[in-house]
């Protein structure tokens, strides 16, 4: 099967082509023979060059200049601003402007698509189905918010005739979609710009579970109260089969057995009275259940449980979910992508269920003015699980600073909690101060959403010297 070019997809330019989720849509319109063009601050990326790889024209730095005239729509994601002079140049030559997501809708018309949505495990879960159904020969089209073994490999068209799709419900755009099968891992209150409480987030998990086709699979995690309420809101809606999965003995697929062995985990579920046991390539509990969504979703495109749960099994990470980046005197660096306090917790349980009595070394970089106002003081408890932590500024992303919102919020908290925290505003300084502090045998974790990952090179390096 080989999907045409969705209309006025033949020349895309992309206003921030190097975005994980945009990166991942351009180089699938590529694959499919689009004349794919776009820009980015950073033109020399390993992103940028991996799409140029796929023929893309990538321009380092946002110019109106940079908009071809022939180009049939531009694509921009949320982040991208009213006064980007690009946007400005196509209201100018009358250029459609589409959103990343309905681009992403476009891609899945004539497949059978899985979006996966909710906190936390997005971009894990997304992973796993990509590379378990690969294993199994299905080859299918996939788009992840992030890499998996390397620069360009978020995104994939396949021959097969199913399509993975990580679906954001940070500003409600995962309503474009119409999956067959829709998995929400978890739902809490988060991404306070577009969200004013929880009951905004209900409804709107409420709204893309309505978009699932007649005859779908909603996959919704048991044991987790926001992802329970959204199934309870559901139940009701014709032509939607439910499943649940867990450690409950009410969950559909229940997970009767999570074995850490070292960075890894053995998992034993139970799915339509039969027992299976399978290996996860990543330490925790958290992704445990990862891979069980994955599972029940996949089973719920008919493919038998036995093969996915052994092709489960070839997953071995993504990148920055937990991501080994080298190991110098004696001590591992480990980047993660949590910024959420529920993620946070999550890896920080993951990493001490894993390395036993060695010392947890965090350097943490807080996410978004906006979270950290809200979620500081969870933030600051969540650092209490690590032996000693270093707290970096806030790392803005799109938005603009909230008077008095600062680091000394988490770390204030962090402190009450009796955990032991080191306030650092140079990022550069970062290095020698985790050299002073680490120890052989030791494991440092480069935590947060931003540019925090950079560090972990220079970490290696000055234990190295």
């Known amino acids: 099967m080989k999907p045409g070019l969705p209309t006025a997809m033949e020349r895309p330019h992309f206003i921030g082509i190097g975005g994980a989720g945009m990166s991942g849509i351009a180089k699938i319109l590529a694959q499919r023979g689009a004349q794919v063009a776009g820009s980015d601050t950073r033109g020399d990326s390993e992103t940028a060059q991996a799409l140029r790889a796929h023929g893309a024209t990538v321009h380092g730095g946002h110019a109106a200049g940079n908009l071809a005239p022939d180009t049939t729509c531009v694509v921009v994601s949320s982040a991208i601003r009213a006064d980007n002079p690009e946007l400005a140049r196509a209201a100018e030559l009358g250029i459609p402007v589409v959103h990343?997501?309905?681009?992403?809708?476009?891609?899945?018309?004539?497949?059978?698509?899985?979006?996966?949505?909710?906190?936390?495990?997005?971009?894990?879960?997304?992973?796993?189905?990509?590379v378990s159904l690969?294993?199994?020969?299905?080859?299918?089209s996939y788009a992840i918010g992030g890499d998996l073994d390397a620069p360009g490999s978020n995104a994939h068209h396949g021959e097969g005739d199913i399509f993975v799709a990580e679906a954001d419900e940070s500003d409600r755009t995962f309503h474009k979609y119409a999956p067959q099968v829709a998995i929400i891992l978890n739902a809490e209150l988060d991404h306070h710009a577009n969200y004013a409480s929880i009951e905004e987030i209900y409804e709107s998990f409420e709204t893309f579970v309505s978009k699932v086709v007649p005859g779908g699979t909603l996959v919704v995690a048991h044991g987790q109260a926001g992802a329970a309420e959204i199934a309870a809101r559901v139940s009701g809606n014709p032509g939607l089969d439910i499943v649940t999965y867990g450690e409950e003995p009410e969950a559909d697929v229940q997970i009767v057995k999570i074995v850490p062995r070292g960075l890894t985990s053995e998992v034993t579920v139970v799915l339509g009275g039969r027992m299976l046991t399978f290996t996860v390539s990543v330490p925790g509990r958290h992704y445990a259940h990862n891979a069980v969504a994955a599972l029940a979703s996949g089973v719920a495109l008919g493919i038998?449980?036995?093969?996915l749960a052994s092709a489960l099994g070839k997953y071995t990470g993504v990148k920055r979910r937990l991501q080994l980046k080298g190991e110098a005197a004696g001590v591992q660096v480990i980047d993660s992508y949590a910024h959420h306090p529920t993620e946070m917790t999550a890896d920080l349980e993951a990493i001490r269920g894993a390395a036993g009595d060695s010392r947890i070394l965090v350097?943490?970089?807080?996410?978004?003015?906006?979270?950290?106002?809200?979620?500081?003081?969870?933030?600051?408890?969540?650092?209490?699980?690590?032996?000693?932590?270093?707290?970096?500024?806030?790392?803005?992303?799109?938005?603009?600073p909230i008077p008095g919102i600062t680091s000394e919020l988490i770390i204030a908290a962090a402190r009450a909690a009796g955990a032991d925290v080191t306030a650092e505003h140079a990022k550069e300084a970062v290095a020698d101060v985790i050299a002073g502090m680490a120890k052989p045998g030791d494991l440092v974790l480069t935590m947060g959403a931003g540019d925090v990952t950079d560090l972990g090179p220079a970490i290696l390096a000055r234990l190295t010297n």
Do not use: C, W
């Open 304 to 307: 038998p449980a036995h093969n």
């Open 363 to 400: 350097v943490f970089q807080p996410h978004l003015f906006s979270r950290t106002q809200e979620l500081g003081k969870e933030m600051g408890q969540a650092l209490a699980l690590a032996d000693a932590s270093v707290v970096l500024d806030i790392y803005p992303a799109r938005e603009d």
């Open 134 to 140: 690969s294993a199994l020969g299905l080859d299918p």
């Open 100 to 130: 990343r997501s309905d681009a992403l809708a476009r891609l899945m018309d004539g497949l059978r698509p899985i979006a996966v949505a909710g906190t936390h495990g997005k971009t894990t879960t997304t992973s796993m189905l990509a």
